[in-house]
């Protein structure tokens, strides 16, 4: 697996090639193996295919159309392009897996001190999660990619994908049509700092 972390890029090409339903269960099951705060497992993974995936992609397109309009994000406004490109990238995918948590806060709430605390834990053990799976999807030679963009599209995608809890991210996964080169990373003398 170590060599799953040296290998793994962001992939932006898929090929159209189906995946086996047990590739994307083993890419899953590295997500639920994933360490959680207070071993909450907050997750919930609502995998799409096929027309699942084009009516979830639908959401999206109309959550974007709708942004340029009355932003939900208004201060992002500038990433909207990214966005757009984003969902090319989904609509290529043969997989798209949607990631909720089912423990999460609506954004419209406001959290006592506690409820925030809970949040940044969940958003961790989330984190742990996706990363497992993009690793196990490195092994299992399926190139994969973390999406934030949904959050453009947060009230539509939450609508559609109906399901308790808070969208928190997808990860496509396929084929890769592509091998990037990897991007520059930060020296380790300049993010670590060692004190003893």
Known sequence: MIDAIYQRRSIRKYKRDPIERSL??????AGLLAP?????QPWKFIVTTGEAKKDALRAMK???SREREKPFLPESAPYIRDALFTV???EQAPVVIFVMNELGYSLEKELTRDEHVSEICNAQSIG?????????????????LWICNTY??????????????????AMAL???????????RKKMADAVEWRS
């Open 152 to 169: 453009f599209a947060y009230p539509e995608l939450c609508q559609y994908l109906d399901s308790p809890g808070e969208l928190v991210a």
């Open 174 to 184: 396929g084929y890769a049509m592509e091998t990037p080169q990897a991007r520059p």
């Open 36 to 40: 959680s705060s207070k071993n909450r």
């Open 88 to 90: 090319r990238i989904m």
């Open 24 to 29: 994307v269960e083993k890419v899953l099951e």
């Open 62 to 64: 109309e959550g974007l």
């Open 128 to 144: 742990a999660a996706l990363e497992n799976m993009a690793l196990a999807a490195t092994d299992a030679g399926l190139g994969s």
